[in-house]
T-cell receptor, first 112, second 112 residues
């Protein structure tokens, strides 16, 4: 069964701290992996997309890595800010079907 | 581009009534996805279309749910008859050949 797990479920950190969010998936035959941000009552905003042939992607203070062999991805947020407070979701898409499975998300709170 | 557009943003209906949710994907995108999000189950893929053709509807919970995509710029998700347990936020997303999904703002459905 294809599953996506995110750890931790919730995280509270002081402003300025570097942090890592984790995502693991059971089926390594992925097509791509995407990290999203969701603010309360809002839709999902795409942050980074990593194709199966890539190992990492960077955008500003965000860096996402992918290790297919171990079934893991991490989202690194540098110098966190209160505006980073949101739920971060990992989504894994599989080849041949466009089937995308989401993790339950990590709820992040950055304290000023 | 205005992004993925969903309507209505909020819908409150009585149990037993028919509900129709609408989605306009991003122009040029050839894949469209319908998701449901609840606190208990997170984000669930209901159905997806590729080039207007339903590819996988295994996530549709019951026969009360149906989805159509009559053309490349419009899709509907219909629930008939609606039940209180259908209350959730329904998201539509679109992509080009599964190269990363873009989400609409969602429709918050409440069935009383």
């Amino acid at each position: 069964k294809q599953e996506v797990t995110q750890i931790p479920a919730a995280l509270s950190v002081p402003e300025g701290e570097n942090l890592v969010l984790n995502c693991s998936f059971t089926d390594s035959a992925i097509y791509n992996l995407q990290w999203f941000r969701q603010d309360p009552g809002k839709g999902l905003t795409s942050l980074l997309l990593i194709q199966s042939s890539q190992r990492e992607q960077t955008s500003g203070r965000l860096n996402a890595s992918l290790d297919k062999s171990s079934g893991r991805s991490t989202l690194y947020i540098a110098a966190s800010q209160p505006g980073d407070s949101a739920t971060y979701l990992c989504a894994v898409s599989y080849t041949g079907g466009f089937k995308t499975i989401f993790g339950a998300g990590t709820r992040l709170f950055v304290k000023a | 581009d205005a992004g993925v557009i969903q309507s209505p943003r909020h819908e409150v209906t009585e149990m037993g009534q028919e509900v129709t949710l609408r989605c306009k994907p991003i122009s040029g995108h050839n894949s469209l996805f319908w998701y449901r999000q609840t606190m208990m189950r997170g984000l669930e893929l209901l159905i997806y279309f590729n080039n207007n053709v339903p590819i996988d509807d295994s996530g549709m919970p019951e026969d009360r749910f149906s989805a159509k995509m009559p053309n490349a710029s419009f899709s509907t998700l219909k629930i008939q008859p609606s039940e209180p347990r259908d209350s959730a936020v329904y998201f539509c997303a679109s992509s080009v050949d599964n190269l990363g999904a873009f989400f609409g703002q969602g429709t918050r459905l409440t069935v009383v």
